[in-house]
C-alpha cells in the first residue's frame, strides 16, 4: 500500500521564479494537507484541501496557493520566490473532512538562490 | 506566538536509559496531542497520540503523560534505543474547529549513545 508519494524530491530556483510541487495522497485519504518546514524548525501548517476546495489556511501570503484534483491528488503552488521559501515542504493526507490523524510524505526540499 | 513550546531542544541519552521530552500549550481549546517522529530525509510519522480525557497513554516503550490543568503533556522513551535517534515533534490541534491544522513544536532531536 503506498503512502503519501511526492514529486520533485529536490528543486533549486531562483529569486522571483514560480514552482509546483506535487503530491498523491494515501490510498483511501480524501483529504490533503501542506506545510512548510524550515530547516530546524516544526512543520507550519500552509492549507487544507477537501473536495477539491481549500478549507483552511495558514498565515501564509497569496503567494502560495494550491489546487486539489478529482482523484485527490493536489498541487502547490509559490510564485515570485523569496530566499525565505527555501525549505521542506511536506503533503500529509487523512480520510475525512475535520481528521487530524495525518500521513506525511518525505517531502519536497525546495532551496531558492 | 508560538502556541505549543517543546524542550529540550537537543538529548542525548545512554542506551536503556529514559528519554523524556516536554511540551506545554496555550489554547485550552486544543483537544487532540500527537508526537511524530521524523528520520533525516523522511517526512515526520505519528508516534502516539492522546486526548485529554485520560492522563496517560502507553504504547509498548513510548508512553505521553498528559496535565490538563499544566497544559502540558510529555512523551517518555524507555529503554532508549539508539534506532529512537531522531527528531521528535509535540503537536497540538483542536480537532472540531482546525479541521487537520496540527501546530507543531519546535522539536528534540534525540540521540542515543551505544
Known amino acids: 500500500d503506498a503512502g503519501v508519494t511526492q514529486s520533485p524530491t529536490h528543486l533549486i530556483k531562483t529569486r522571483g521564479q514560480q514552482v509546483t510541487l506535487r503530491c498523491s495522497p494515501k490510498s483511501g485519504h480524501d483529504t490533503v494537507s501542506w506545510y512548510q518546514q524550515a530547516l530546524g524548525q516544526g512543520p507550519q501548517f500552509i492549507f487544507q484541501?477537501?473536495?477539491?476546495?481549500?478549507?483552511q489556511r495558514g498565515n501564509f501570503p497569496d503567494r502560495f496557493s494550491g489546487h486539489q484534483f478529482p482523484n485527490y491528488s493536489s498541487e502547490l503552488n509559490v510564485n515570485a520566490l523569496l530566499l525565505g521559501d527555501s525549505a521542506l515542504y511536506l503533503c500529509?493526507?487523512?480520510f475525512g473532512y475535520g481528521a487530524n490523524v495525518l500521513t506525511f510524505g518525505a517531502g519536497s526540499r525546495l532551496t531558492v538562490l | 506566538q508560538q502556541q505549543v513550546k517543546q524542550s529540550p531542544q537537543s538529548l542525548i541519552v545512554q542506551k536503556g536509559g529514559i528519554s523524556i521530552i516536554n511540551c506545554a500549550y496555550e489554547n485550552t481549546a486544543f483537544d487532540y496531542f500527537p508526537w511524530y517522529q521524523q528520520f533525516p530525509g523522511k517526512g515526520p510519522a505519528l508516534l502516539i497520540a492522546i486526548r485529554p480525557d485520560v492522563s496517560e497513554k502507553k504504547e509498548g516503550r513510548f508512553t505521553i503523560s498528559f496535565n490538563k490543568s499544566a497544559k502540558q503533556f510529555s512523551l517518555h522513551i524507555m529503554d532508549s534505543q539508539p534506532g529512537d535517534s531522531a527528531t521528535y515533534f509535540c503537536?497540538?490541534?483542536?480537532?472540531?474547529?482546525?479541521?487537520?491544522?496540527?501546530?507543531f513544536g519546535k522539536g528534540t532531536k534525540l540521540s542515543v549513545k551505544p
Open positions: 500529509a493526507s487523512s
Open positions: 503537536a497540538a490541534s483542536n480537532e472540531g474547529g482546525s479541521q487537520g491544522n496540527l501546530i
Open positions: 484541501y477537501y473536495e477539491e476546495e481549500e478549507r
